[in-house]
C-alpha cells in the first residue's frame, strides 16, 4: 500500500504567516510522530498522537506550534505567526501499534518550510 | 535521557570496500536501536533495528549492524560499498521514559566514490 505522505512538500512563508502542514499517515497505523529537522541536523521529536489522542506534545517548541488529528488518521502540524528559526524540514511518521511493541516508524517525505 | 552520538561528520569509502559508519548511545533501561537513511529530498528510510538477541541485525539493502553492550556501540557495517550508497546515515535511539519516540544522531554523510 501506499506509505506515508505529506503535504505541500515545500512551503514559503513570509515571517507572520500563519501555516498548516498536513500528514496522511499509512491506513491503520495507531502511532503518529512530527519530528522538526533543521538544516545538517538529525530530526527532533515535536508530538506523538496515539489515535486522536495527543499524548506527548513536549517537544513543541512554543504555543505557536500545534498538531491535531481528530479522527485518528490525517494530522495536521500548525504554526502561527511563523518566525525565521521555524525554517526547516518537517517530518512526519507513523507505526503499527501503541508503545507496547518496538516498532520503526514509517517516515514521510518531509514539507520544506522556508521563513523569508 | 537517552541520546546517540555520530562521531563522524562524513565517511568516505571506495566502491567495493567494507564500511562502518559509527554510532554509541546512552540510555536507562534496555537500548532499542534503529539505523536509517536518507536520500536528498526524501524522508527516512528504514534499514534495521535492534531490540535484543544476536548481536549481529540484519537489514535492508545489505546492511547489518553490530551491538556491543560494553562499548555501548551500535555501528552499521556493510560488506562491500556501492555508490549507491551514498546518503545521508542516522542512528537513534528509543526514548523509553516516553511514547516510543526517537531520538536521533546528527548523521553521518556516506560517500562512497566509483
Known amino acids: 500500500g501506499a506509505g506515508v505522505s505529506q503535504s505541500p512538500r515545500y512551503k514559503v512563508a513570509k515571517r507572520g504567516q500563519d501555516v498548516a502542514l498536513r500528514c496522511d499517515p499509512i491506513?491503520?497505523?495507531?502511532?503518529l510522530f512530527w519530528y522538526q529537522q533543521a538544516l545538517g541536523q538529525g530530526p527532533e521529536f515535536l508530538t506523538y498522537f496515539q489515535n486522536e489522542a495527543q499524548l506527548d506534545k513536549s517537544g513543541l517548541p512554543s504555543d505557536r506550534f500545534f498538531a491535531e488529528r481528530p479522527e485518528g488518521s490525517v494530522s495536521t502540524l500548525k504554526i502561527q505567526r511563523t518566525q525565521q528559526e521555524d525554517s526547516a524540514v518537517y517530518l512526519c511518521?507513523?507505526?503499527?501499534?501503541?508503545?507496547?511493541?518496538?516498532?520503526?516508524?514509517?517516515f514521510g517525505p518531509g514539507t520544506r518550510l522556508t521563513v523569508l | 535521557a537517552q541520546s546517540v552520538a555520530q562521531p563522524e561528520d562524513q565517511v568516505n569509502v571506495a566502491e567495493g570496500n567494507p564500511l562502518t559508519v559509527k554510532c554509541t548511545y546512552s540510555v536507562s533501561g534496555n537500548p532499542y536501536l534503529f539505523w536509517y537513511v536518507q536520500y536528498p529530498n526524501r524522508g527516512l528510510q528504514f534499514l534495521l533495528k535492534y531490540i535484543t538477541g544476536d548481536n549481529l541485525v540484519k537489514g535492508s539493502y545489505g546492511f547489518e549492524a553490530e551491538f556491543n553492550k560494553s562499548q555501548t556501540s551500535f555501528h552499521l557495517k556493510k560488506p562491500s560499498a556501492l555508490v549507491s550508497d551514498s546518503a545521508l546515515y542516522f542512528c537513534?535511539?528509543?526514548?523509553?521514559?516516553?511514547?516510543?519516540?526517537?531520538?536521533f544522531g546528527t548523521g553521518t554523510r556516506l560517500l562512497v566514490s566509483p
Open positions: 537513534a535511539v528509543r526514548d523509553n521514559t516516553g511514547f516510543q519516540k526517537l531520538v
Open positions: 491506513s491503520g497505523h495507531v502511532s
Open positions: 511518521a507513523s507505526s503499527p501499534r501503541t508503545s507496547g511493541r518496538v516498532d520503526e516508524q514509517f
